[in-house]
């Protein structure tokens, strides 16, 4: 089992639709969840983080994390046709931080 | 602010000839990663720095792959030989916090 586990999709939503995308994770010691955009031919950028469980909220944006489930979500509301990127999720165990990426979701937002 | 620097942006070369990547972070970042991205998938970590020390090179293959930051700014990683499988988006980030890294745009490397 690895340890992130992302849909790499793609996913197609057309424009001011609600997107929701999700990750696993198997390794309880992460601490902090991190969601990274990247355009095509362009480095990762960070979005959001969280630390440990709970929700943060940034404009459309919403990120949660249940530790419980190991499990957490990216929500982007009235998606953009701008929104259309790959959207990795990543977590750092807190010590010397070494990040761990899933594979990625590609995401298209149709106007 | 600036942020991360990288050159060059694209590079072709054929497998067991040499390549060198560079890496300019961001001002006062004491930490440097390069990561490598295969097509489809995610960044992986090759190696850390803080400031101009080794933090973590675990996943580093080290017969063919060598990185340095020399004065713990700057830094640059190679790869000799180059083999079909080094083919990857080469991508370095710097953080002033670890779970906040800045990445730079990265290098495309084919190696043919």
């Known amino acids: 089992q690895k340890e992130v586990e992302q849909d790499p999709g793609p996913l197609s939503v057309p424009e001011g639709a609600i997107v929701s995308l999700n990750c696993t994770y198997s390794?309880?010691?992460?601490?902090?969840f991190m969601w990274y955009r990247q355009y095509s031919r362009k480095g990762p950028e960070l979005l959001m983080y969280t630390y440990s469980s709970g929700n943060k909220e940034d404009g459309r944006f919403t990120a949660q994390v249940d530790k419980s489930s190991k499990y957490i979500s990216l929500f982007i509301r009235d998606s953009q046709p701008s929104d259309s990127a790959t959207y990795l999720c990543?977590?750092?165990?807190?010590?010397?931080?070494?990040?761990?990426f899933g594979k990625g979701t590609k995401l298209s937002v149709k106007p | 602010e600036a942020g991360v620097a990288q050159s060059p942006r694209y590079k072709i070369i054929e497998k067991r000839q040499s390549v060198a990547f560079w890496c300019n972070p961001i001002s006062g970042h004491a930490t440097l990663y390069w990561y490598q991205q295969i097509l489809g998938q995610g960044p992986k970590l090759l190696i850390q720095?803080?400031?101009?020390?080794?933090?973590?090179d675990s996943q580093l293959p080290k017969d063919r792959f060598s990185a340095e930051r020399l004065k713990g700014v700057d830094s640059t990683l190679k790869i000799q030989p180059a083999k079909l499988e080094d083919s990857a988006v080469y991508l370095c980030?710097?953080?002033?916090?670890?779970?906040?890294?800045?990445f730079g745009p990265g290098t495309r490397l084919t190696v043919t």
């Open positions: 990543a977590m750092d165990g807190g010590s010397q931080g070494n990040l761990i």
């Open positions: 980030a710097s953080s002033h916090l670890t779970y906040e890294q800045y």
């Open positions: 390794n309880s010691a992460f601490q902090y």
């Open positions: 720095f803080q400031n101009n020390g080794v933090v973590d």
